[in-house]
């Protein structure tokens, strides 16, 4: 099938909760490639490193979501396969911006953890991005590893903010959403409603101060359903592993829903029993840390390919 484009212009309206009331901005058969124009995390409102976050984003949402894409034959019970095919950064330079926000961030007080001090200073980076590498200073270039941050399917009743990780996907900001790799996702209502953005070209685990290289991208997807298969959680395939992920508070929580769930993937899937399973990822068994400064933090946790 011929690649299907979701453009600025055909967006029109971006989206800063995910849910199943919004209208389709593209509809797209199983099988189809779509390539998305995705704007960054703050909508292009933070331009300069002269900028002062809270005043550039003050009365604005955050977190901005393409789509949604409905995906024909997509129903509740269902999994959405999702291939990330490319993520190339767009508009001009400097395209990368990194910056503190207040009570936002791993190392400092938030809205959920109190405490007596005023948050830190407010400061933006910004850095030219190319497929080369992420210029952060002039003696320092960073590989360029993009990935999405934030892409879900629509939860069936509720709509969630696009800050909120949970298990429709959202703002996992999981490195493993990488081209190459390819996510399931649960369908839960028809057509899938697929949003995503958020798009990083670089991030480390955890997202320690709250913000990646947020940078607008062309990104390229292909679809597929998988009729009939229905997973509580997102997965992700890469060549090497598979990986189940977890996104709630607290922390070892997460861990322990992406442990759970991979088990129940290598027991459904791959042959195993469920506590050989258990003593078994306890040994080969690994972990990555989306982010650590959501609503809710993100837990990816794999296993080789070559022990299944």
């Keep these: 099938m011929s690649e299907r484009k979701l453009t600025l212009e055909q967006q029109s309206e971006f989206h800063y909760t995910i849910g199943p009331y919004a209208e389709p901005a593209i509809e797209v058969e199983p099988g189809e490639t779509i390539s998305v124009e995705t704007v960054d995390a703050f909508g292009g409102r933070i331009s300069s490193e002269d900028d002062i976050p809270s005043e550039a984003l003050a009365g604005a949402g955050l977190n901005p979501q393409s789509g949604p894409i409905h995906v024909e034959g997509a129903e509740k019970g269902d999994t959405l396969q999702v291939t990330i095919e490319s993520i190339e950064p ?3 330079q400097p395209r990368g911006k990194t910056c503190l926000v207040p009570y936002f961030g ?4 938030t809205d959920r953890t109190a ?9 933006v980076n910004m850095s030219e991005v ?11 270039t960073i590989p360029y590893e993009p990935f999405i941050g934030t892409i879900a399917t629509a939860p069936e009743l509720d709509s969630v903010s696009s800050l909120t990780p949970f298990k ?6 999981l490195p493993d959403v990488r081209p190459g790799n390819t996510l399931y996702l649960p369908v839960n ?16 685990d955890g997202e320690l101060c709250g913000v990646a290289v947020e940078i607008p991208t062309i990104t390229t997807i292909t679809v597929d359903v998988i009729k009939d298969k229905e997973i509580e959680w997102p997965r992700v395939e890469s060549d090497e592993y598979v990986m189940t992920v977890g996104s709630i508070r607290p922390l ?3 861990a322990r829903i992406a442990y759970a769930e991979l088990i129940k993937w290598m027991v459904d899937d791959y042959g195993f029993e469920t506590y050989d399973a258990y003593m078994f990822l306890s040994q080969v068994g690994s972990v990555r840390l989306g982010n650590m400064v959501d609503p ?13």
């Design 90 to 92: 767009r508009g001009p």
């Design 106 to 109: 791993g190392l400092t007080a």
């Design 115 to 123: 405490m007596l001090h005023d948050h830190l200073p407010e400061r």
């Design 130 to 140: 190319t497929t080369d590498g992420v210029e952060w200073r002039e003696e320092i």
């Design 168 to 173: 429709h996907g959202g703002n996992m900001d």
């Design 189 to 204: 209502t028809e057509g899938a409603l697929l949003y995503l953005g958020d798009c990083h070209a670089a991030q480390g």
């Design 252 to 254: 070892e929580d997460a």
């Design 296 to 308: 809710n933090y993100t837990i990816g946790a794999s296993v080789p390919k070559e022990y299944l």
